[in-house]
């Protein structure tokens, strides 16, 4: 089992350029998040899906878009990157249905904007 | 979903137990408390999680107080690798899971 994965690990964007941060799960879970973190704070939820072919807004939204067409994944996309979405990007998934159960991280992207 | 209060940091020294205290006074009774922790801004690694019944498992304790307003994390032998911002976060079935994460406890763990 590889978990969850992210990919890539580093990236450094333009002003205005785009890319899709992507993430894949290997444990067959419905549910996948997205969170961004800034330095010295906690994570804050940029967008989720309970199940494929269903997303829904977080926290923190704007700027960003996602898809999920598989169950497998869920990727990101960052629009006409701005500084403020420089930030360390981190996937996570868990099963569904009961809270008794934990999230699975992925590694993290660490993106900058200049 | 509750919100958790944690202290902003700690230090324990190596080999001793390290109590990392949690206070979520307005949990409800659905909302299960979860730790996780995070290494050197890696991504976060879960612990361990509760109801009401204090649990362990072969990272931690948890013990949590009867009126589940509060909790507290123990590592009962802390190693240099368990330096780290630990964070304590109630959570139940609804609200699709989202969980809120506050600033957590840096706990650095000392020679």
């Known amino acids: 089992n590889a978990g969850v994965t992210q990919t890539p690990k580093f990236r450094i964007l333009k002003i205005g350029q785009s890319m899709t941060l992507q993430c894949t799960q290997d444990m067959n879970h419905n549910y996948m998040y997205w969170y961004r973190q800034d330095p010295g704070m906690g994570l804050k939820l940029i967008y989720y899906s309970v199940g494929a072919g269903i997303t829904d807004k977080g926290e923190v939204p704007n700027g960003y878009n996602v898809s999920r067409s598989t169950t497998e994944d869920f990727p990101l996309r960052l629009e006409l990157a701005a500084p403020s979405q420089t930030s360390v990007y981190f996937c996570a998934s868990m099963t569904g249905g009961n809270a008794n159960t934990e999230a699975f991280f992925g590694q993290g992207t660490r993106l900058t904007v200049v | 979903d509750a919100k958790t209060t944690q202290p902003p940091s700690m230090d324990c020294a190596e080999g001793r137990a390290a109590n990392l205290p949690c206070n979520h006074s307005?949990?409800?009774?659905?909302?299960?408390v979860y730790w996780y922790r995070q290494i050197h801004s890696q991504g976060p690694q879960y612990i361990i999680h509760g109801l009401k019944n204090n649990e362990t498992n072969e990272m931690a304790s948890l013990i949590i107080t009867e009126d589940r307003k509060s909790s507290t994390l123990i590592l009962p032998h802390a190693t240099l690798r368990d330096t780290a911002v630990y964070y304590c976060i109630a959570c139940n079935a609804g609200n699709n899971r989202k969980l809120i994460w506050g600033l957590g406890t840096s706990l650095a763990v000392n020679p």
């Open positions: 307005t949990i409800s009774g659905n909302e299960y």
